[in-house]
Structure formats: structure tokens, C-alpha cells
């Protein structure tokens, strides 16, 4: 394998590998080498999902239907709180109505937008301080995870990553609304 391969597998491992990090990797990945990095990460379970057209890859593990031919997960799966949950259900809804505006160019939020969206369902009747800085250690959390990226230009703005399409599908928002049903029966008992 070459460099640009090997650098491809290095960010996969990492996390999110978005175009932007290193394009000729991506390049490498996408057009060269894609067949031996997948077959590569087969190996220990790992499949290599590409979505070309928003530049970005990440690694995703694989489900067998034979039990007996299941690896260890590697890649574990962590429960989100109810305000993360939240917040990238809200994120996600603000990146479809962008791209549904905007072709070819970022999604941008702000904190005042993203502490606005969130209030709306979070009761802040007593302590708006308190809120705040709940609200903005989600901001934190949906930075690490991801899905938020802080801008360079401004402090206060952050670009909604394009990958959250992916973590944030139908299937999750489904289970998302399950959950906040249960959450609305369990809070009016």
C-alpha cells in the first residue's frame, strides 16, 4: 500500500475522514484504493462507507446474520442524553432545510441559533444561566462527537457536518420519537 493509502486508513481510524482533512487520501481512498482498504478492514469486522458527493468516509461495523461468523464489535456504540439526542434531531433538521436551500455550500449555525432551537423544548423557567451552560456543554459533546464543527473565522459559529445525514437517519429519528414518547408519558404520570 502506498503513503496516501496508508494516511487514508490512519484517518479512518481516527474517526470521520472528511475530504477537506487530506484530499489526495481521499482521492486515494475513494478511486485507487478502495477495494484493498475495505478488504482490509473486513478482516476485523469494518466496512468502509464513502459518501462521495459530501466528501467524507467513516467505518461502520459490520452485521453478520450468522452468528457464528460474528466478530467483537469494535466500535462501540455509546447511549446519548436526551439534550444530545436532541440536538442532533434539530441539527439534522436544519442541515435538510439548508441543503434544500443551499447547494454547494456550508451549513452554518450559530450558538444564539442552536441555544434558541433547543430551548424551545427544554423548560427554563427558573435558571436561564443554568440552561445556558447545559446547552453549551451539548454544543461540546456534539463537537466531539462530530457533527459540529467550531469555525475559525467566528467562535460563536459552528458548520453542521455533513456526516450527521448518516448518524441521523430514518430509522434513528424513528427511534428517536419512540423515545420522546416515552418520556412525555413518563413526565405527565
Known amino acids: 500500500m502506498n503513503k496516501e493509502a496508508s494516511t487514508a486508513i490512519i484517518l479512518l481510524l481516527k474517526g470521520i475522514f472528511y475530504k477537506g482533512d487530506n484530499e ?102 427558573f435558571n436561564e444561566v443554568k440552561v445556558t451552560k447545559e446547552i453549551e456543554a451539548t454544543i461540546k459533546k456534539v463537537e466531539e462527537l462530530g457533527f459540529l464543527k467550531r469555525l475559525k473565522t467566528d467562535e460563536l459559529a459552528f458548520e453542521i457536518m455533513p456526516s450527521l445525514k448518516a448518524f441521523v437517519d430514518a430509522q434513528w429519528l424513528d427511534e428517536f420519537d419512540k423515545k420522546l414518547q416515552e418520556y412525555k408519558e413518563e413526565f405527565s404520570e
Open 24 to 125: 489526495s487520501a481521499f482521492y486515494e481512498l475513494v478511486y485507487n484504493s478502495f477495494g484493498a482498504i475495505n478488504d482490509y478492514f473486513k478482516t476485523i469486522g469494518l466496512e468502509v462507507i464513502v459518501e462521495e458527493s459530501d466528501g467524507y468516509a467513516y467505518l461502520k461495523q459490520i452485521e453478520y446474520e450468522d452468528d457464528s461468523q460474528a466478530l467483537p464489535k469494535l466500535i462501540a456504540s455509546r447511549p446519548l442524553s436526551y439534550k444530545v439526542s436532541l440536538l442532533l434531531v434539530l441539527l439534522r433538521k436544519r442541515l435538510a432545510e439548508f441543503d434544500m436551500q443551499n447547494e454547494n455550500e456550508r451549513a452554518i449555525v450559530t450558538k444564539d441559533d442552536i441555544i434558541s432551537m433547543i430551548t424551545l423544548f427544554i423548560e427554563s423557567k
